[in-house]
DNA sequence: CCTCTTTGTGGGAACGGTCCCACATCACAT
DNA sequence: ATGTGATGTGGGACCGTTCCCACAAAGAGG
């Protein structure tokens, strides 16, 4: 009797005195009961530690209400990520308040076995976040689930998702850093490939076009001398001399999108960073910045006196950096909800949800870049 | 047809032109089947993209392979946590390689729910992390359901669970603090409730008790006055200058474990700070050591050169800040690993595991200590 | 007093698998 | 020919719910 591990709505019927029918009826909530029968059915409940089986429940219901979460990785953990982690955060609480819970699974291989799993347990709904390979999402299309994209780089008008406006992000970090003055930029540029960094590259080479055509005068490094066409900037890292701008562009590309890399490519291209006289860095994410810039802090660079640097995802670490790194934000609670919130309307069958959702991010100044920024940090971090 | 989410072992055998127990026995493997039936039945399944529906099997199995993580916090968002983050990340891995899936849940009220909604799902086991209130362990054993709680706080001997060996962390950093030379001691406590910070407090205070006791005479500092008792420091904030030793230590206690409750005390405790010429600071944590270093820097405080300042938990971030930071690792990856690999035992019905397993801490010495500290990082953190 | 609702409860099929057992078939030894 | 054993396949109970429907009892209206 100890030794069970639980008890079936049939044993608590008996126990009861009623059918079976009749306790679902009062554990279910579902139909009616006599006050004295639920009385009965809730106290045997009580005794037995009963709790309706839930496997059982979905199998009939043919709805689990668990939904998958599957992040995409190539080879590092991914729910430590600085930025993910945050979403996965806001999805598990979003999830909860609607009665749903989570499944998760990193996928390292990028491959179709996690989508398998979850098709196998019959999740209501999928939550695919990061970039995923066009295959998965082939395959995901095959089967009736309803399923999101957080994060990801399709670019597929079919699949609903859910992606921080990269581009206008890029726009803002160029204009900060203008406002500031500064015209020489080192630009530390993530993966092409993946969605969020080319976007937030191009955001800022674009914004940084427009501003240098609306005042072309202001400036001491024009080297007057192209002919004016928008392709603004070498792609990588050779001066901008022949355009008709003002601003000197350096972008320099970096494999992946990690500390370590920020680092490396600093370490590599100081020289050149140097003699460059660049006043401000700018890199596509946080993890890059933070890398590029702990190379010039150990070499002596001021930041953000000599050079003021800038990054990209507003993750906690930047906050917490001396000093503080400026930053992008990226609404990761607003995606987070979100996510859940419109994979329950899909679940529940409505077929207008819209097909893609852009978050506005906002620049957070603080102590890296000069200017006035201050040097909070939105703090996280305990044990 | 297209309509239709998924397809029954039935209709599958009804396609392939035999029974479902002919079916079943091809599609789970289990029993024979002639090579021609078994070909058709293969063709079938990849026609309807058929999928075993884990639910019906986990209800005859009355096993599911799913296990329950529960993450317990008070108020902050934890999977994005640095250190619990991993551990996550640590049993996603492991759990996948032994064949189990993973039901994520975070709970912010310490309550009894989040263990229902597992209990309900018949998880087979349940990993319970973070300090846990002795309501839900008492709770949990009233089910028979395997657990292991992982650093948790409780001290009770039926419980399985996996602990990082503070107290010997502790020990370790005094040990490298005092054979760098350090002598006055600036100490910033998490909050005495959880086992680990006062684990890796008392390590290190009784072990700077002993060093002092084996060599009281090489020292500059030594305020010889006292009578001997092994209550070797005051427990808040007054020099220790009754006692036989050579140390002056202050333990500064903060009420949570944050960067930013390290860098509120600092901030708060900073006069104190600098007028007793301490060379040294220990926090119980990264995110304190973080904060108050944070603060020191901010106020031109050179570290390591005025100060060295060490942590614990080995976090990504503090190998990325500049200086680096020195601290005592936990074994994140062997607490997720093993916690998965045990509680798959009990599940098999093992009895014979062990109560409590410690994971040894070493000292991962950097920049932010004197001595030969190296610059490098654990580096994590990409897009 | 008999029908006709109304009301509370129970019976039982269904969900999609697994697995035990029965059974048909066939080879082979008797 | 007939029994025997191996071999491959199918029938059907069962897991723990939900929910439809049947049904008994009771109350209302003629």
Not at 50 to 66: G, I, S
Not at 291 to 312: C, F, I, Q, R, W
Request: net charge negative.
């Amino acid at each position: 009797m100890d030794t069970k591990l639980s008890y079936s709505l049939r044993e608590l019927a008996q126990l009861a005195g009623v059918s079976k029918s009749t306790a679902s009826r009062v554990i279910s909530g579902n139909g009616y009961a006599s006050p004295d029968v639920r009385e009965r059915v809730l106290k045997a409940a009580e005794e037995l530690r009963y709790k309706p089986n839930a496997v059982a429940r979905a199998m009939v219901a043919k709805r689990t209400y668990n939904i998958g979460v599957i992040v995409f990785r190539d080879k590092l953990p991914i729910v430590s990520h600085t930025l993910y982690g945050k979403i996965v955060d806001e999805i598990l609480m979003a999830a909860e308040d609607l009665g749903y819970s989570i499944f998760l699974k990193t996928d390292r291989e990028m491959s179709l076995r996690s989508m398998d799993y979850m098709l196998e347990q019959r999740v209501d709904g999928l939550i695919l976040i990061s970039r995923l390979r066009k295959n998965v999402i082939d395959y995901v299309k095959k089967f009736n689930i309803p399923y999101i994209m957080v994060n990801g780089s399709a670019e597929d008008p079919d699949v609903v998702h859910l992606v921080s406006n990269d581009e206008a992000g890029g726009e803002r970090a160029a204009e900060h850093l203008y406002d500031q003055g500064h015209r020489r930029f080192f630009i530390v540029a993530g993966p092409v490939e993946h969605r969020s960094h080319s976007l937030r590259l191009s955001g800022f080479l674009n914004k940084l076009g427009s501003l240098d055509d609306g005042k072309r005068m202001i400036t001491e490094e024009d080297k007057q001398s192209g002919q004016g066409s928008d392709g603004i900037v070498d792609e990588t890292s050779t001066k901008a001399e022949d355009a008709s701008r003002i601003s000197i562009v350096t972008v320099a590309e970096s494999p992946d999108s990690s500390f370590d890399s920020g680092v490396r490519l600093m370490e590599e291209r100081y020289e050149e960073f140097r003699s460059g006289s660049y006043t401000a860095l700018f890199a596509t994410n946080d993890m890059l910045a933070l890398g590029a810039m702990k190379v010039l802090l150990e070499n002596g660079v001021h930041v953000p006196e000599d050079v003021s640097v800038m990054g990209y995802d507003n993750t906690d670490l930047g906050g917490m950096y001396h000093p503080a790194l400026t930053t992008v934000s990226v609404d990761a609670a607003g995606l987070g909800r979100d996510a859940v919130a419109i994979l329950d309307r899909m679940i529940g069958g409505e077929e207008n949800v819209p097909r893609l959702i852009e978050y506005e991010s906002e620049v957070i100044a603080r102590r890296s870049t000069r200017g006035e920024g201050n040097g909070t940090c939105s703090g996280i971090g305990n044990t």
